[in-house]
């Protein structure tokens, strides 16, 4: 079972309420790749404004 979040209720034993390994593995990787994307986003955000205000100095007579 591969998933975000899940237990293995399948087992109904003692390890019912234990998260899978897996599970943990994807959640993980989720995060790292939702912060990759933030800062992908805070950079680009970043050169746009840059951009801006070098274009608006050369404007200036």
């Given at each position: 079972m591969v998933g975000t979040g899940g237990t293995r209720a399948?087992?109904?034993?003692?390890?019912?309420?234990?998260?899978?390994?897996e599970d943990e593995?994807?959640?993980?990787?989720?995060?790292?790749v939702s912060d990759a994307a933030a800062e992908l986003e805070a950079v680009r955000q970043r050169r746009s404004m840059e951009?801006?205000?070098f274009a608006k100095v050369r404007r200036v007579p």
């Open positions: 399948e087992d109904g034993g003692e390890h019912a309420n234990e998260p899978v390994a593995a994807v959640t993980t990787v989720l995060a790292f951009s801006a205000a």
